[in-house]
């Protein structure tokens, strides 16, 4: 997210198709507020945290912590919902290294996708609670566990709806292409991010095994790294891209 300074050209850039690409342009200058980081991310993970502060008994508090988790841990690995973390096991996480595995009957495949020390340390919480239970309880933990399962081991899938009560707490722009927000959502914001902080498209498309990155970024004729919100999020046609990148192009960050 950067701010668009050159307004004549951003209205130039909008002009007859203003209704679809105004919505780039408002997330595009939200984050101009913190000057030393234009790339921090948008404080939505707390109306989460806050999602689950609220349940009304332990039965639904687990299973919103565990959203949470779930949330965390897409939005920093990209890895593919639904497929690619539900069928994460324990044996997968390789801590010492930094590293998941993830498991060859998904869509993209077999590939090992490497994470940082905030995942880490979330992944770290939720082992050690699953064990905490396991141990209370009469229980043996198991690596060939599910990692997104409720505390006494149990595989929990269901994350859309909890979601979808989330993004509508959070009172998201409508996306210009008409689509729903979903946890989906979340490994678009995941290689955003990841090119604007600095990962090539190479590295990125080894990461979230995905190889027609660049080839429909450059298909498009988009050459700016944070174009790639728009493709994702916002643009959907040649059209509208190419007016996105005009955008782009004439402000103060190209």
Not at 152 to 170: E, I, L, Q, S
Not at 183 to 208: C, I, N, V
Request: glycine fraction near 4%.
């Amino acid at each position: 997210d950067v701010i668009i300074h050159d307004r004549p050209a951003r209205e130039a850039a909008l002009d007859g198709d203003r209704a679809e690409l105004v919505l780039c342009c408002q997330s595009l200058e939200q984050s101009i507020a913190q000057q030393q980081n234009l790339f921090a991310p948008v404080q939505r993970f707390a109306e989460a945290e806050k999602f689950a502060r609220e349940a009304k008994n332990d039965f639904i508090q687990v299973r919103r912590e565990l959203f949470c988790d779930y949330v965390f841990i897409l939005r920093h690995t990209g890895l593919r919902p639904p497929h690619e973390p539900l069928k994460l096991t324990w044996n997968d996480i390789h801590a010492e290294t930094n590293v998941i595995h993830v498991h060859p009957e998904t869509k993209t495949g077999a590939r090992q996708v490497v994470f940082d020390d905030r995942v880490r340390k979330r992944l770290d919480a939720m082992r050690q609670r699953r064990v905490r239970y396991a141990s209370a309880n009469d229980q043996t933990f198991s690596p060939a566990e599910a990692v997104f399962s409720l505390p006494d081991g149990t595989p929990h899938r269901h994350f859309t709806d909890m979601f979808r009560d989330v993004v509508k707490r959070c009172h998201f722009p409508v996306r210009a292409d008409e689509m729903s927000y979903t946890p989906y959502s979340l490994r678009h914001t995941y290689a955003t991010f990841a090119l604007a902080e600095g990962k090539d498209y190479p590295w990125l498309e080894e990461q979230m095994g995905q190889p027609g990155v660049l080839k429909d970024l450059k298909r498009l004729g988009i050459a700016h790294p944070l174009a790639l919100l728009a493709i994702q999020m916002y643009v959907s046609s040649e059209a509208k891209a190419n007016l996105f990148r005009g955008a782009v192009e004439n402000s103060d960050f190209y």
